[in-house]
Structure formats: structure tokens, C-alpha cells
């Protein structure tokens, strides 16, 4: 089963503007990732934030994190074209092996 | 291109039919793992390998499904007497041990499709 949910579902914005996705998860985590899947291929890990952290910044990309609320949003800056994906939230939880995915927010940039 | 592997790309199956698709992980990568993605949701666990050994199953991960990996080194999932409800891509991802599950490498999957 899913762990959490992405709003939106499906995103479009001009080239140039910022994108803004949320995840809310279910269970307390031990981390929480943002992953990129472009049509048809494999993901592509973006970012990783701890529990213990609540923002962090990687190029243009910044992701904020809410335990008291369960929730973390992807902040794209200066969109481009090759933006344009699926993204994906996922966590793990203590003592816990493996990643469960959120069900994706589709971003769509227009040139 | 020394990333994660997998083959087929594409498989058309019958009902019924017998299917194995492989991955090969990025060399020196200890974890392996397997994950089921059906259009419009975000990848489902089904395995996964430290090494050679299997060491969580999901319930999603029917008696028909068997999943190895030998030598510690490349991976098979088998799906047997498939159903159309098989249809799925079907993702392998690694990990170095060190970094658990961090960060996972992805493969490009291989698209399942039962008629």
C-alpha cells in the first residue's frame, strides 16, 4: 500500500515560475526522499531529508519537512521543460528496510 | 554505462505464461530491490536482497511470484501462470549497504503486459 499522498495529482505552470508539490505520510519516518520519474523510465533520487531536519536546499530544488503534521513540500525554482515528470515522495521508518512511495505528482512545464 | 540493468525492456505475455525478467545492479551494491508500479501510482514493494539472502517479502508477492539472487551479484523475478492483474512495470533498485536505503538507484524497468 501507498504510504502517502501527493497534491496535486497533476501540476502544469509556464517555463520560468515555480512548482510546488506536498506529500503527506502516514507513520512516523525516519526519513523522507523526493524521487523523479520521467515517462516510461526508472526513478531518480533528488533529495533526502532527516526527521530531525526541516528545510534543505539542493541547487533548485528546496524541500521543507512537517513531523508535527506529516507532511513535506518540493519547491522547484526557475522551472525548465526538463522539468517535466513525475515526482514522488518516499519514506522509511525505523527498523524498517525498504522506501514506500507516495502516488506521485505529475508536473507538467510549459515552454 | 555502469548504472542498474534490466532486461527486458518490454515483455508481451499470454495468460497464463511463465515470465522472467533480470536486473543487474550497480557492481559492489550489497542491497537489490524489487518494486511493482501500475499506471498512475507510485512503486509498490514486493523484495528485497542483502547479498544473496531474501530478507523481507511484501504481501503483494503472490505464490506465483519467486524472486533471486544466486550469487549475490545479478537478480530474477519470476511470475508464474501470469494474469492479466500482472500487468505492471516492474522496477530493480540498488543500494550500497552503507547507505541502506538512503538512496536508491533505479533501473529503467521492464513494462509487463498480460493479454
Keep these: ?111 | 554505462d555502469t548504472g542498474v540493468s534490466q532486461d527486458p525492456r518490454h515483455k508481451i505475455t499470454k495468460r497464463g505464461q511463465n515470465v522472467t525478467f533480470r536486473c543487474d545492479p550497480i557492481s559492489e551494491h550489497n542491497r537489490l530491490y524489487w518494486y511493482r508500479q501500475t499506471l498512475g501510482q507510485g512503486p509498490e514493494f514486493l523484495t528485497y536482497f542483502q547479498n544473496e539472502a531474501q530478507l523481507e517479502k511484501s504481501r503483494l508477492l503472490s505464490d506465483r511470484f519467486s524472486a533471486e539472487r544466486p550469487k549475490g551479484s545479478f537478480s530474477t523475478l519470476e511470475i508464474q501462470r501470469t494474469e492479466q492483474g500482472d500487468s505492471a512495470m516492474y522496477l530493480c533498485a540498488s543500494s550500497p549497504l552503507r547507505q541502506g536505503t538512503e538512496k536508491l538507484f533505479f533501473g529503467s524497468g521492464t513494462q509487463l503486459s498480460v493479454l
Excluded at chain 1, 502517502?4 to 505520510?25: F, H, K, R
Excluded at chain 1, 526527521?51 to 536546499?57: A, G
Excluded at chain 1, 521543507?64 to 522551472?79: E, F, G, V, W
Aim: positive net charge; proline residues 2%.
Design chain 1, 1 to 111: 500500500s501507498q504510504q502517502g499522498e501527493e497534491d496535486p495529482q497533476a501540476l502544469s505552470i509556464q517555463e520560468g515560475e515555480n512548482a510546488t508539490m506536498n506529500c503527506s505520510y502516514k507513520t512516523s519516518i525516519n526519513n523522507l526522499q523526493w524521487y523523479r520519474q520521467n515517462s516510461g523510465r526508472g526513478l531518480v533520487h533528488l533529495i533526502l531529508i532527516r526527521s530531525n531536519e526541516r528545510e534543505k536546499h539542493s541547487g533548485r530544488l528546496r524541500v521543507t519537512l512537517d513531523t508535527s503534521k506529516k507532511s513535506s513540500s518540493l519547491l522547484i525554482t526557475a522551472s525548465r521543460a526538463a522539468d517535466t515528470a513525475s515526482y514522488f515522495c518516499a519514506t522509511d521508518y525505523f527498523g524498517n528496510e525498504k522506501l514506500t512511495f507516495g502516488t506521485g505528482t505529475r508536473l507538467t512545464i510549459i515552454p
